[in-house]
């Protein structure tokens, strides 16, 4: 039995993968602003922490931790000329900034485990430039340099590091772009497999990573998005 940390485990990807780990029987704490009756099950332990605001809660998680995944994210779509700074710094905040408090807070846990992952999250426009995608794809740009750094330098200490870059999927986060069966449709069309990701879709990657099943995986950036970013039609 394994001890996990899902960081905005309280919806989406982040729920779908704290129900697949204790349902493997791990331990998982999941981190959220909010809660969500699903996860009251034994096995999941839920912590109510704000990762833009509040000081990372590392005195109610155990001593040792053998992985991490940092789910939060944001879909800022404008145009360049009509974001603000501010919206910049706010995709940053939730992005980036904490997922290094969460892995900063978390980092002498994951080493007493003595072979621990951490899988943090990207997108598919980080490298595959989508107009309008400015602002979130500078941030998901940073985990993603943050990610290769970081598994350069925690692999003496047996630590994995990897990213995924999904594209558009069913979350609650991506309703406004999927509020209409016309919208789901013309998604998945985007796609070369047809059709937009689903939660356990990602969920699925991010337990493998997160697995023993993945110990010579480190440093990469993994695409999970329908062969969006690889595949040209014609």
Known sequence: MANFVVVGGSSGVGLSL??????????????????NEQLEVKGIEHI???????????????????????????????????????????????????????????????????GSSVVLFS????????PFHSSIAAAKGAIEGLSV??????????????????????????????????KVEAGGKRHPLGRVGEPEDISAMAAFLLGAESSWITGQILSVDGGMSHINRG
């Open 18 to 35: 704290a129900l697949r780990l204790v349902k493997d029987n791990n331990r998982v704490w999941v981190l959220s602003r909010n809660t």
């Open 48 to 114: 109510q922490w704000d990762a833009a605001t509040e000081e990372f809660p590392i005195d109610r998680l155990p001593s040792e931790i053998q992985g991490l995944t940092y789910c939060p994210g944001s879909i800022t779509l404008k145009p360049f000329h009509g974001l603000k700074q501010a919206d910049f710094q706010k995709d940053l905040d939730i992005n980036l900034f904490g997922a290094i408090k969460a892995t900063q807070a978390l980092l002498p846990a994951l080493k007493r485990a003595n």
């Open 123 to 130: 997108t598919v426009a980080a490298r595959m430039g989508m």
């Open 149 to 182: 750094s970081l598994a350069a330098e925690l692999a003496p200490s047996n630590i994995r590091v990897n990213v995924i870059a999904p594209s558009l999927t069913n979350t609650a986060l991506a309703s406004r772009l999927l509020s209409t069966p016309e």
